[in-house]
């Protein structure tokens, strides 16, 4: 990134700085959300937009996002950072307070708007999918009522580390087990990209270390449900929109892990890459299975035609 956006300023990165007496590094008061762009227009802008508001709200920031602004400021980092297309965060940090937990409502919150290139996503991905492990890692549980995108992401970082394990295909020693080698496609020496599934405190199925869970079973889809501690996704609520178009009744609940096992399809959502198809589950001690045959399954598939189509692709 050459250029980032600081408070309405285009910044050259070198520079963009916020102070050390910001609540939002002292104390992870901030939240933050990330999407990318379609055309260069940033995709379901005014319900991240929505969501950061809200949670600005109960932080007792004083954020109230203009989406015209921010539409003209992503342009602008885009074409600044020479990009057609970008991976976009954008962040709202407290802003300065005194050292010392503060019940004073911010004044001043300091706006941050990162872009960068688009990740490439190789095509097989929707086609072959991703492995989803069982993480040991429990998810934690929310700040407040419903999980905000907040700057408190230890949980997911230390997840994510558990997971780099698995996916290096290592033996690993791991609270007195022997951590298997990542399982391979069936018939191949393909390694499937993975993402790692956090479970609840109960051991119910909670989300993705960057997404939320969806899967399939004699025509009807479940997602786990927002008292579960999940984030309220943002893709996760246009697919539950887009549900009906395929012809399938939705259910939100609690569910195990071993629900996944007789599952028909499975698939993870997030704003960046869309939907991806799971086709194999993975466990720490070894076990793993194919879902679907190994690859995407026809509501998959006819759900990320529909999301496309919506979203503006």
Request: hydrophobic share 35%; proline share 7%; charged share 25%.
């Amino acid at each position: 990134m050459k250029y980032i956006g600081v408070n309405g300023v285009p910044t050259p990165s070198a520079e963009a700085v916020i102070s050390v007496m910001d609540h939002g590094f002292m104390y992870g008061m901030g939240l933050f959300e990330t999407f990318r762009t379609y055309d260069g227009e940033p995709g379901l802008l005014d319900k991240h937009l929505q969501r950061l508001n809200e949670g600005c709200g109960i932080l007792g920031i004083p954020y109230e996002a203009d989406e015209e602004r921010v539409r003209r400021e992503i342009k602008e980092l885009l074409s600044l950072n020479g990009l057609s297309e970008g991976y976009v965060r954008l962040t709202v940090s407290a802003g300065e307070g005194p050292l010392g937990l503060s019940t004073e409502d911010y004044v001043r919150p300091a706006v941050i708007i990162y872009v960068k290139p688009l990740p490439l996503m190789d095509p097989s991905l929707y086609i072959r999918g991703k492995q989803l492990w069982r993480l040991r890692t429990r998810r934690n549980t929310p700040e407040s009522e419903v999980r905000l995108k907040s700057l408190h992401y230890m949980n997911n970082l230390l997840a994510r580390r558990e997971l780099a394990v698995y996916e290096q295909g290592t033996q690993h020693r791991q609270g007195g087990a022997l951590v298997s080698p990542s399982p391979q496609s069936p018939g191949s020496s393909i390694r499937l990209p993975a993402e790692g599934m956090q479970l609840t405190a109960e051991g119910y199925l909670a989300e993705g270390i960057a997404s939320n869970l969806f899967f399939v079973e004699q025509g009807k889809l479940y997602t786990p449900e927002i008292g579960t501690g999940i984030l309220p996704g943002i893709t996760r609520a246009k697919v539950m929109e887009l549900a009906p178009r395929c012809g399938l009744s939705l259910e939100e609940g609690r569910y195990p892990w071993d629900r996944l096992w007789s599952a028909e399809e499975i698939f993870v959502t997030n704003s960046v890459q869309e939907l991806v198809p799971v086709t194999q589950l993975a466990e720490p001690e070894g076990k793993n299975a194919v879902v679907g045959g190994g690859e995407i399954g026809p509501v998959t598939k006819q759900l990320i035609y529909f999301y496309r189509e919506s979203v503006g692709r």
